[in-house]
Structures are given as structure tokens and as C-alpha cells.
């Protein structure tokens, strides 16, 4: 039976993906920095755990108490919606330590196990904002983007090891709690100036119909941690995937 640590599950992608990897029978270690019984189904194939990625100590914590793993999900992430002009740099500081830094050290804390070992899969969960231009998140793409090209490389260089690693992009999800999880953090990010334009933005935001469900990236992250090919970049929802063809 392997095993899969997923990153970030208290709640959408992460939450769906667990499940997801339950249901077809793996054992699934759910990582989240403050643990709840109640978001996942009872299983003896199942783990909670408390996981901090911004923190060498819960993440060393975390690895020693799970054990070997087959797959780790890079999936933790934060958000911020606002005009960069007024984003603080701390703000942007943040949603690097979480959504670049935190997945590098993840991944640099497996390494030695699946390098010894000769396999393993990473999977860096990242966004389609780094397929097409996105307004009003400037520094989350730039986070997203950064595991981009951190995982290109990393995929050549682990190759020799028969570690793989692959990206996941999901598309537009609002029934996430992306938004909720970052309100306190974008309070203020839409200075006078920008009023107009925002509320343009977000109407158009709001028209739309194609979008992605947690599903959709359960199914990718599944996707991409089976697939034994050459293939790099798993774009998960219907709107990622045109926007991929498109690109």
C-alpha cells in the first residue's frame, strides 16, 4: 500500500485530494498546521497531522511522525487579492514563505529518503495564474510562478535518482476558502485608485461559469502522482486546461 502526505488539508484542494487518495485505497497522511478530526472520514489508513511548512522544526516533527511516504503534495498555500502598489512587503513576504519557501522545504526534507531509496513523487500544486495574466495578484503569481521553474529544473536534476516530480494547475476555484483564508491579509490592498478597476475585475470574476472544483484538482493531483511518463504539468479544471492549449 503507498503512502501520500498531502500538505494544507483543513480544507479545499488539500481536504478533496485526501479524500480523493482514501477512496482509491492509499494511505494518507493529512498534514495541516492545526489538526481537526472532523474534516476527513474515520480510516485506519488515515493520519493527522500537524504541519507548519513556514517551520523547519513542524516540518521535521511532522516527517519523523509519518514515517516512510511514497508521494508528498506540495499543496499548502495562501493568498492575497490586491493592488500590488499597496500590498506591504511583509504581505508578499508571507505568501512566499508559504507558497515558495515552504514547498522548497518540503521538498528538501524528502530528498534523502527518496534519493537513498531510488523512487518517490513530489507534486508542487501551483495555479493557472501562471498560465495566463491574472489582475490584482501580482505577488501570489509571482510565489506560483517560482515553483514553476524551481520544479522544471528539479525534475532534470532528480531524474538520475528515479525521483519524479510534477506540477499541478489548478484553474479558478471560488468555492474554495482561498479567499476567506486570506481576508485579514488583504484588508486595505484596494486603495481609492484602484476602486473602479477592482469592482470591474471582480464582476467579471463573478460571470464566470467555467470554473474548477476541488474534485477537478483531486483528480490531477491523483493524475500526476501515478503517471510514470515524461509528462511535467497536469493543468486541473476545465478553464486551466483551455487556458493551457492556449498558452
Known sequence: MKTVLITGCS???????ARHFLDN???VVATMRSPRDDVLPRSERLRVLALDVTRPESIAQALAAAGPIDVLVNNAGIGALGAFEATPMQTVRELFETNTF???AMTQAVLPNF????????????????????????AYTASKTAIEGFTESLALE??????RVKLVQPGYGPDTRFADNGAARMQGLIPEPYGAYAQRVFGEFAGVRVMTRPADVAQGVWQAANDTSAQLRFPAGPDAVALARAS
Do not use: K
Open 25 to 27: 485505497g492509499w494511505s
Open 158 to 163: 532528480l531524474a538520475q535518482f528515479g525521483v
Open 115 to 138: 534519493r537513498q531509496r531510488g523512487a518517490g513523487t513530489i507534486v508542487n500544486v501551483t495555479s493557472s495564474a501562471v498560465l495566463a495574466p491574472f489582475p490584482l495578484v501580482a
Open 102 to 104: 515552504g514547498a522548497m
Open 11 to 17: 480544507s479545499g484542494y488539500g481536504l478533496e485530494t
